[in-house]
């Protein structure tokens, strides 16, 4: 991909980007979405954020990320859930993971 092709893309995404954005407000007034899309669309939400902490803690690279990892991000959504302070939930969180691996544990 040379330079020309490169900045053009980027423009089109810029622009891309800003259309989405300024559309949110522009047509908030006249399009309203039924309840049942707005429930969808907070689930959608939930849903988005679950994979990307599931792809996170399972995966490094192409393959699976091992023991350790999983179970310091099992830690911190059980302390988290327990409502633990944010500083205790990281802290526990990291200690579990590298005492695991200092075990020896993947």
Not at 70 to 94: E, Y
């Amino acid at each position: 991909m040379d330079e020309t092709e490169l900045l053009i893309a980027t423009a089109v995404l810029a622009l891309g980007t800003f259309a989405f954005r300024f559309a949110g407000p522009a047509l908030r007034s006249r399009v309203k979405p039924t309840p049942k899309a707005e429930r969808l669309m907070a689930l959608a939400a939930v849903v988005l954020l679950a994979a990307l902490v599931a792809v996170s803690a399972l995966t490094e690279g192409h393959g699976f990320a091992g023991i350790a990892r999983p179970a310091g991000v099992l830690v911190a959504g059980v302390l988290a859930w327990r409502k633990a302070p944010f500083v205790v939930v990281v802290v526990a969180a990291a200690a579990t993971a590298a005492l695991l691996r200092l075990a020896g544990v993947p």
